[in-house]
């Protein structure tokens, strides 16, 4: 199970991390994604998100969804003041990029980050889920 979970949390991550090639809304669910060979279908909105740094961080709490959020990483500058008070709600994880235990002690459905270094095999060391590298396949429901 815990594998499965793996795939799909970083195939989730992988779309935000794509989302200049792809632009998914909220109105586009269910998505299907293919990641290392693995399929998913996500049928609505994260309920236990991680953020691995400010900025998507800053980006989730500007969409109001610290209630979804279960954890937070890798703060480099000071919170904007207007989202101080909903960032202080929200458990850091780390003062840099969690270790794959301590992300996957908050058992989130959705780990977003803003650069490819958050998944680093040095940070959270994903390929001992997955075999190697692959593709993203994204379909619309």
């Given at each position: 199970?815990?594998?499965?979970?793996?795939?799909?949390?970083?195939?989730?991550?992988?779309?935000?991390?794509?989302?200049?090639a792809v632009s998914i809304s909220a109105l586009d669910y269910p998505v299907g994604i293919t990641n290392c060979g693995v399929q998913s279908w996500i049928n609505s909105p994260p309920q236990r998100a991680v953020t691995m740094n400010q900025g998507t961080t800053e980006i989730?709490?500007?969409?109001?969804?610290?209630?979804r959020m279960v954890g937070t990483a890798?703060?480099?500058?000071?919170?904007?003041?207007?989202?101080?008070?909903?960032?202080?709600?929200?458990?850091?994880l780390s003062d840099s990029y969690p270790d794959i235990d301590t992300l996957l002690s908050t058992d989130p459905d959705f780990v977003y980050a803003s650069y490819s270094s958050a998944f680093a095999t040095s940070h959270v060391n994903y390929t001992q889920f997955i075999e190697s590298e692959c593709d993203l396949v994204i379909t619309k429901g």
């Open positions: 199970m815990r594998e499965l979970t793996m795939n799909t949390l970083f195939a989730q991550a992988a779309i935000v991390l794509s989302s200049s989730m709490l500007a969409l109001d969804l610290a209630d890798y703060l480099d500058d000071y919170i904007w003041s207007e989202l101080a008070d909903d960032y202080n709600k929200v458990p850091v």
